[in-house]
């Protein structure tokens, strides 16, 4: 397998999934910086222009992060990363979609990038305050639904990954993470597959 990644992009929870597996993937780097996204040959692989993209061994390219989470977790059971109770499995894929689809797409979207969401220049510095209010909303909410728990939906699980990220970016922005994300950031920074991939992107 080959992952598609750029260095503390949303790729890096896949990238966590893909070291607690422990099966051998190769990492390829799409450097978004320099547009390598809008280019070929990447564009001629993934037309979407966007990361994560994993490469399968039998020539497929899976895209979107849910998808490709929602896969390794179950094609490499024995990780233990997909909840294996109902309830456990609707609040993953709850946490996943709102951390994925609101608080990243909606919120920390415009912050990084309010010229995609506004034709005034002069209107960016808005954009980016809404942004920010969306994402700290986000943050909020994760951290209740997160409760007193270690992990997001009680054993590590994929979900695990998302709620990864988005406290990476937030450190990484200087928002203030809520007491629960604080410390399952801290937690999960402890596991040793999230320090294999700090390492490896060079953000350790």
């Given at each position: 397998m080959k992952l598609f990644y750029a260095p503390g992009a949303c790729s890096i929870g896949i990238h966590l999934i893909l070291e607690e597996i422990g099966v051998p993937f190769e990492l390829e780097l799409v450097n978004l910086r320099e547009g390598a996204q809008y280019k070929e040959p990447y564009t001629n692989l993934n037309p979407k222009s966007r990361v994560p993209a994993l490469?399968?061994?039998?020539?497929?390219?899976?895209?979107?992060?849910?998808?490709?989470?929602?896969?390794?977790?179950?094609?490499?059971?024995?990780?233990?990363?997909?909840?294996?109770?109902?309830?456990?499995?609707?609040?993953?894929?709850?946490?996943?979609?709102?951390?994925?689809?609101?608080?990243?797409?909606?919120?920390?979207?415009?912050?990084?990038a309010p010229r995609k969401y506004t034709p005034s220049e002069a209107d960016e510095e808005k954009v980016k305050k809404r942004g920010l209010e969306i994402f700290q909303t986000g943050l909020d909410l994760l951290s209740k639904a997160l409760g007193g728990k270690d992990y997001a939906v009680g054993p590590y699980s994929v979900a695990d990954a998302v709620l990864f990220y988005l406290e990476l970016w937030a450190t990484n922005f200087k928002v203030e993470l809520p007491a629960n994300l604080a410390q399952h950031f801290a937690r999960i920074k402890a596991r040793q597959a999230a320090q294999r991939v700090l390492a490896k992107e060079g953000l350790a």
């Amino acid at each position: 397998m080959k992952l598609f990644y750029a260095p503390g992009a949303c790729s890096i929870g896949i990238h966590l999934i893909l070291e607690e597996i422990g099966v051998p993937f190769e990492l390829e780097l799409v450097n978004l910086r320099e547009g390598a996204q809008y280019k070929e040959p990447y564009t001629n692989l993934n037309p979407k222009s966007r990361v994560p993209a994993l490469l399968r061994d039998d020539g497929s390219l899976l895209t979107e992060f849910p998808a490709i989470a929602y896969w390794l977790a179950n094609r490499y059971p024995g990780a233990k990363l997909w909840p294996a109770e109902l309830e456990a499995q609707a609040r993953a894929l709850e946490m996943m979609d709102y951390g994925i689809a609101t608080v990243h797409m909606q919120g920390f979207s415009r912050m990084f990038a309010p010229r995609k969401y506004t034709p005034s220049e002069a209107d960016e510095e808005k954009v980016k305050k809404r942004g920010l209010e969306i994402f700290q909303t986000g943050l909020d909410l994760l951290s209740k639904a997160l409760g007193g728990k270690d992990y997001a939906v009680g054993p590590y699980s994929v979900a695990d990954a998302v709620l990864f990220y988005l406290e990476l970016w937030a450190t990484n922005f200087k928002v203030e993470l809520p007491a629960n994300l604080a410390q399952h950031f801290a937690r999960i920074k402890a596991r040793q597959a999230a320090q294999r991939v700090l390492a490896k992107e060079g953000l350790a």
